[in-house]
């Protein structure tokens, strides 16, 4: 698996957004879109924090194998937000449905 697909693969199975990974490492959605998509590849730096972010090496980042199947769970991911982007996850996640619920029964 070519790094491009990797970190959109981590991501993806973490169920997060391109808009939340860029804020956490400060860069752009852009920025990570180019990764993604491989028009672009981060530098060692960048690839240090991709590798702390996605909680694996280096190693295991840019080796081309499958990785195996992702065990973090969702209160690690929970764990790495901001109160604000909880708040957020929250509101879209169970307060827009209960409001919905509310208006049409």
Do not use: C, H
């Not at 199975?13 to 990974?21: A, C, D, P, W, Y």
């Not at 590798?51 to 190693?59: A, R």
């Amino acid at each position: 698996m070519e790094l491009a697909e990797r970190l959109k693969y981590e991501r993806e199975e973490r169920k997060l957004s391109q808009s939340f990974v860029a804020k956490e490492l400060n860069i752009s959605r852009q920025l990570l879109s180019k990764w993604e998509l491989g028009k672009s590849i981060p530098d060692l730096e960048m690839i240090q924090l991709l590798s702390e972010f996605y909680n694996f090496s280096i190693d295991e980042l840019l080796n081309k194998t499958p990785p195996e199947k992702t065990t973090s769970s969702i209160l690690e991911t929970i764990s790495k937000m901001e109160p604000e982007d909880i708040i957020e996850l929250l509101i879209l996640g169970f307060g827009l449905p209960l409001i919905l619920f509310a208006v049409f029964f």
